[in-house]
């Protein structure tokens, strides 16, 4: 669909909690949206969220399962999936 | 042994599940007619933490995202080391006190290599794979860890 | 698990002789509650040397000695690195292709202690324990070894 | 015994298969015996073990289950186990 992109956002740990438990969503976005703008779009669509997911230091993006590197902006396309990974605890 | 819902091939074992294969079993993977060596890495759920007790921990993973990562790891990991297989496995969901959460094990012809691999292996699967950890305490209070590496 | 004919303790499992505990019983044996991490090393018979076929190895030893050199070994380890159990076995008489010579096992509260301690118990053992491997060639043909370092 | 020290020797690997398959023997020595004397009554006694038992870079000896250290002389007395240690290769 010209004009908007449907990206699928995934939702893990303390950002699953802050979102109100929501594991995943479908959000339609501008067609020039990027990951940093999708940032602000959680911000205000999920208060709780806002503080943690426009801290980069404190939430990682991964794009199609690739991490997005800190300061890196990618642009986001139809059917993107971008996960919330909040610092991870493995091990 | 792998089944064909686990991410594994002739070479790794990789699965990140709620039912792990146990240490003998990662061991009997690896083993190889050319190794001279295995070493293996246990990760536990320990009862205390800075003077609480713990009752367990729970794991949470974007599972196809971390076994994803665990791949690279293993392909990093064999270049890096002379390695002939390695088994990545981790636990999700509930994991008591003394229970495993992760085990890792690589086979080697010789020590050095299968030793400084699974040391590589646990510091690089803390610092990247998206596994996220609950550590319950008594009472029912819990807190979401970072690895602090 | 250990019996009164074996060198051990409640810390440690040290045994020289033809029938050695399984990897899991090593690991069953120094977890702990208190531990998050065990770190284990496997010597196992290797299928070639320098082009040679192995068939077997044949490992022979002073065996008071060995166990005593073993213990002094632990508590050496034990002072340099934050371990709370060792299991520390090596086998007598054949060994072949495949199967373990030695098995070393350690647990601690944290990973990089029971990692190290591990890599330092083998090649402490390599150098210092009285024990001697012949490697038997395809055609009868062998040779008495000796640990390089 | 006055005048006299009766040792155990011990012999392992290669030593045992230069002594002709000995496992172990009790020697009758002077009571001034020492563990480099000792290497020399070796080498008279078994004569295929000579070479080994006088180089001290390949032959270690260990007193009552202690290594006795490259260079170092220790006196034997009544009783004592001497083991020959050919070089080593467990693991």
């Known amino acids: ?91 | 042994m792998a089944t064909s819902n686990e991410s594994s091939s002739d070479r790794y074992w990789i699965k990140v599940a709620e039912n792990i294969p146990s240490l003998e079993e990662c061991s009997a993977f690896v083993s190889a007619p050319t190794c001279g060596a295995i070493s293996t890495f246990v990760g536990i759920t320990r009862d205390n933490f800075q003077g609480k007790k713990v009752v367990k921990l729970s794991y949470e993973g974007y599972v196809s995202m971390a076994e994803k990562e665990l791949r690279k790891l293993c392909d990093e990991a064999s270049q890096k080391y002379d390695v002939t297989k390695i088994a990545a496995v981790h636990i999700l969901g509930d994991c008591p006190v003394e229970r495993a959460s992760v085990i890792l094990a690589c086979s080697s012809p010789h020590r050095r290599d299968a030793l400084q691999c699974v040391a590589y292996l646990i510091d690089e699967l803390k610092a990247r794979v998206p596994i996220w950890k609950r550590e319950v305490y008594e009472g029912d209070d819990s807190v979401w860890k970072e690895n602090v590496e």
């Open chain 1, 1 to 91: 669909m010209s004009g908007s992109v449907i990206v699928k956002v995934l939702f893990f740990a303390s950002a699953r909690e802050a979102a109100g438990n929501i594991s995943s969503t479908d959000l339609e976005l501008s067609a020039s949206a990027d990951t940093a703008s999708l940032r602000k779009s959680l911000a205000e669509k999920y208060p709780k969220l806002a503080e943690m997911v426009l801290d980069e230091e404190n939430l990682t993006l991964a794009l199609n399962e690739e991490y997005v590197t800190s300061g890196q902006v990618l642009p986001l396309k139809n059917g993107d999936t971008v996960a919330l990974i909040p610092p991870i605890s493995g091990g």
